[in-house]
Each structure stands twice: as structure tokens, then as C-alpha cells.
């Protein structure tokens, strides 16, 4: 389905949007504002009533200038209605406040992203990350993941597992039709998926294959929850190349992890993945591909995630398209056997085997 090829509207609403796109900082920030200040919380509250800014002011601890001038930037934004002198919530004011998908994507805009696309222009010119200056001098933010500031890693992962553990549940029922024994999960994080097969399955063992900093984070959470000797660690940086990868693995897990790599690390990674797979083993990929959405806000959302990647994560990844994507696969020799779409609501689970 492409969502893409028509130019819909007139040239009045082609330039409103033009002028949303410009004040699109504003907007965000005062959007965020009045969520975090507690304002939204406060009229919704006060539902069916309406509220004044005086009330507003004195219940959120805010001078009447603030108050006032949030609450007119609401207005513009959409998020409240003006009924005489006082307002109330407009439907879009409720998903602000209330909707899970959308406080993680708030938040891992503002705590993660915000500063650093300010050096997007640089990124691209550059091929590197430049944005990721405002946290550290490392080359992705892979590597200083762990060094974060608290709220920084609490919005990054809340962003990154929101997304994922909706969908490991459908993806795990179609790994575990071929009833695996040896799991390598490569990019494995804090160890979500690898827990989450061992739970499901007494008979799997996993390995965790990540940077060290994740088998940190992946090791105490799987030594807090006893499993450790279901799960086990393998230390290493795809992108350096150094180690070969451990064998004899009937499945190779990937998930929300390709997309942190360009085309050719990617053909890099699967074709080292060929060493480690058993003869009939299989490559599972779960990413989000923004050209198999069923509805082009979710399109319009993964293609924004692609300008993270540009300015903070590497400066060379992105959220991609099936048909790049299958290229890299293709490349690396493989073919795919199987493919599930809309897998917890916005990921592809890909099954593939060696040619």
C-alpha cells in the first residue's frame, strides 16, 4: 500500500501545514508544558466543568502570565476549547495527558532526541552523529547507552520496550513453531526477549550477544529473576569486527536491532551470522518498516524515528523501507522464507534461511 502518492488538500491547507511545520518546536515544547505542569490533569479533572485561568494558576503553582500564556498556546495547538472565558479539554488535549503511545513518543522526543537534531544538518553532512554531543563524545550512543542521565535511559528505554514488548508475544509463537534449543539474540539489551523464551520454554537455552554495557544491565536483571543459568553472555562490538560469533545456533534473534546499522554493516552482521547458524537454522528480524503500516501516522512516526538515528544514534541507520531492507537480506545471502506483518501492531517479523 502506498501512502505517499497523493498531494491531498488545497494550497490554504497545504500552507497551514507549512506553518504548523515551522512552529513545530513551539508547539511540542508548550504541548509539553502544559502536560508536565499538570494542566491537562487539572481541567480533565474538573470534567464536565470548565475552568479559568486563575483556577489553573493557583491549582498548578504558576504565576497568571504562565497560566495564561500556555493556555492560549493550547488553544492554537488544539489541546483546549475556549467556551467564553474558560476552557476545557478538546479530544487531542486527552491523548496528550492520557495515551501510553504517546507520552513514551513525548518523552523520548524531549529527554533523548530534542537538543541533539539542532545538529541534524551537521549529521548528514558529516555521516556522523553529531547531535550526540550533548551527552558525550562517544561514536554511537550505543556505547555511552549505560552513562546516560537516568531520566535520559528511563525515556530512551521506555521508548525502544513500549514497541517491542507488544510485539514479542505474537513473534515468539512463530519462532517456537520450529521448537528451537539454542537461541542466539544478538542486540539483546536489558535481556527482555531472551527472559521472556526461557520463561516460555524449559527446554531453550539463550545467548545474549551485545556491547558490554547492555550485559551489565541484561546480567543483573537475569541474575535478579534466577535464570541465569538459562542465559548466557557474549561480549562483543559488531562494528569493530574483532570477534567471530559463537556457533551451533538452530535460531538467530534480532530484533529493533538492524535498524542501528547502514545498509553495508548490516550485510556485514548477517553475513557473520551464517558462520554461527546450524545447517537448517533459521534468521528471525522483527523491525518496524515504514512501508508496511496500515496508516500513514505511523509511517510519518517511523520516518521521524530514521532522523534519531541521523543526529544521535550513528549517523547512518535509520527506520527502513521493505524494499531496502530485503536488499540488505538478499546481499548477505539469504532469502526469506516467511514474512508476518503488523506483529504487535507495527512490526514485520522476518524468517530467513541461507541460500
Known amino acids: 500500500m502506498n501512502l505517499f502518492n497523493k498531494d491531498a488538500g488545497s494550497a490554504l491547507e497545504a500552507k497551514e501545514k507549512a506553518q504548523w511545520i515551522a512552529y513545530a518546536p513551539f508547539a511540542f515544547q508548550g504541548a509539553r508544558a502544559l502536560r508536565d505542569f499538570g494542566i491537562l490533569e487539572y481541567i480533565e479533572s474538573r470534567k464536565p466543568e470548565t475552568v479559568t485561568i486563575e483556577e489553573v494558576e493557583k491549582k498548578c503553582n504558576l504565576s497568571h502570565y504562565g497560566a495564561r500564556v500556555l493556555m492560549e498556546a493550547g488553544l492554537g495547538i488544539g489541546l483546549l476549547l475556549l467556551e467564553g472565558e474558560k476552557y476545557r479539554l478538546s479530544k487531542t488535549g486527552f491523548f496528550i495527558l492520557s495515551d501510553p503511545m504517546t507520552k513514551v513518543n513525548m518523552d523520548f522526543t524531549h529527554d533523548v532526541c ?55 508475544p505474537s513473534a515468539a509463537k512463530v519462532v517456537f513453531k520450529d521448537k528451537p534449543k539454542k537461541i542466539l539474540d ?155 506483518d503488523k506483529i504487535g501492531g507495527y512490526h514485520s517479523l522476518m524468517k530467513c534461511r541461507k541460500v
Open 186 to 340: 544478538i542486540g539483546g539489551n536489558t535481556g527482555k526477549w531472551a527472559i521472556h523464551c526461557v520463561k516460555n520454554d524449559p527446554d531453550v537455552h539463550v545467548t545474549i550477544m551485545d556491547l558490554p554495557g547492555q550485559l551489565d544491565m541484561a546480567r543483573k536483571n537475569i541474575k535478579e529473576m534466577g535464570l541465569s543459568h538459562r542465559i548466557s553472555f557474549f561480549e562483543n562490538n559488531l562494528l569493530e569486527g574483532s570477534k567471530k560469533f559463537p556457533g551451533g545456533f538452530d535460531t538467530i534473534w534480532m530484533s529493533q536491532f538492524l535498524d542501528c546499522f547502514s545498509d553495508d554493516e548490516i550485510v556485514s552482521i548477517l553475513t557473520s551470522c551464517r558462520d554461527a547458524l546450524a545447517e537448517n537454522g533459521h534468521v528471525y528480524i522483527l523491525e518496524t518498516l515504514w512501508d508496511k503500516q496500515g496508516f500513514e501516522t505511523s509511517a510519518f512516526c517511523l520516518q521521524m524515528t530514521s532522523l534519531y538515528f541521523t543526529a544521535l544514534a550513528n549517523g547512518n541507520s535509520q527506520m527502513y523501507s521493505s524494499k531496502a531492507f530485503s536488499k540488505c537480506v538478499e546481499r548477505a545471502g539469504y532469502k526469506v522464507a516467511e514474512q508476518s
Open 114 to 168: 530534542y537538543e541533539g537534531l539542532f545538529r541534524l544538518d551537521e549529521s548528514i553532512r558529516n555521516g556522523k552523529p553529531e547531535g550526540l554531543k550533548v551527552f558525550g563524545n562517544w561514536k554511537t550512543i550505543y556505547e555511552g547507552l549505560s552513562k546516560l542521565p537516568v531520566h535520559v535511559q528511563r525515556s530512551w528505554f521506555g521508548f525502544d520496550h513500549y514497541y517491542s514488548d507488544q510485539a514479542f
